[in-house]
């Protein structure tokens, strides 16, 4: 089993920068890849980055150039960088977490419990 804890988020005016992160714990296991999706009111929760092992990052179109995802894979932990926040942004962004486990064993698909952004004037 492993845990994820995020922490970041909340409110900020448009145009303004906020960062998430995403750590991850356990025992025995390896990631295969760390990203963020988000859901707002009423729609469907959508892939915002992510990034797989021994691959760059993929971005949807409506964030590219304005967030970073980025991993320190010491800490087993995964960063979004969130700038030139507009309205539309606005959502609970959750962590997803690939791995592999017990030496291969397993795969497991971890969710973080999710983090709000609210981006208003």
């Known amino acids: 089993q492993v845990q994820l804890v995020e922490s970041g988020g909340g409110w900020v005016q448009p145009g303004g920068s906020l960062r998430l992160s995403c750590a991850a714990s356990?025992?025995?296991?390896?990631?295969?890849?760390m990203g963020w999706y988000r859901q707002a009111p009423g729609k469907q929760r959508e892939l915002v980055a992510v990034?797989?092992?021994?691959?760059?990052?993929n971005y949807a179109d409506s964030v590219k150039g304005r967030f970073t995802i980025s991993r320190d894979n010491a800490k087993n932990t995964v960063y979004l960088q969130m700038n030139s926040l507009k309205p539309e942004d606005t959502a609970v962004y959750y962590c997803?977490?690939?791995?592999?486990?017990?030496?291969?064993?397993?795969?497991?698909?971890?969710w973080g419990r999710g983090a709000q952004v609210t981006v208003s004037s």
């Open positions: 990034i797989v092992s021994g691959s760059t990052p």
């Open positions: 356990g025992r025995r296991f390896s990631i295969n890849a």
């Open positions: 997803n977490v690939l791995t592999e486990e017990d030496f291969g064993a397993t795969q497991g698909d971890y």
